[in-house]
């Protein structure tokens, strides 16, 4: 399991995203406080995801975070199907 992040904020823009995509502020601490996986995009900023099970259907959760400031900052969230394309096989 990934390191959470429990000190977060969520940016405007990230509330007007996670509105529009119809995802809730449960869903998002979820992810964060219990990700299945975290990737550095680039210095200072990671995504957090965790699968979800919707409808028999699996989605991905991606959670979008500037970790270099405190508390951290939720820039934006998604779900999406296509799991395998951005799920990284444990090695």
């Not at 405007?12 to 992810?31: K, N, Q, S």
């Not at 219990?34 to 959760?61: C, H």
């Not at 959670?63 to 969230?77: L, N, S, W, Y």
């Amino acid at each position: 399991m990934a390191t959470p992040i429990v000190r977060y904020v969520l940016t405007e823009h990230a509330r007007f995203e996670i509105g529009r995509r119809c995802l809730d502020d449960a869903t998002i601490d979820a992810v964060l406080r219990n990700p299945e996986q975290r990737e550095l995009v680039r210095p200072g900023r990671e995504v957090l995801q965790s699968r979800l099970e919707i409808q028999e259907r699996t989605y991905l959760v991606r959670v979008f975070v500037d970790t270099d400031r405190d508390p951290a900052e939720v820039v934006t969230a998604y779900c999406t199907s296509k799991v395998d394309k951005y799920w990284r096989p444990e090695s």
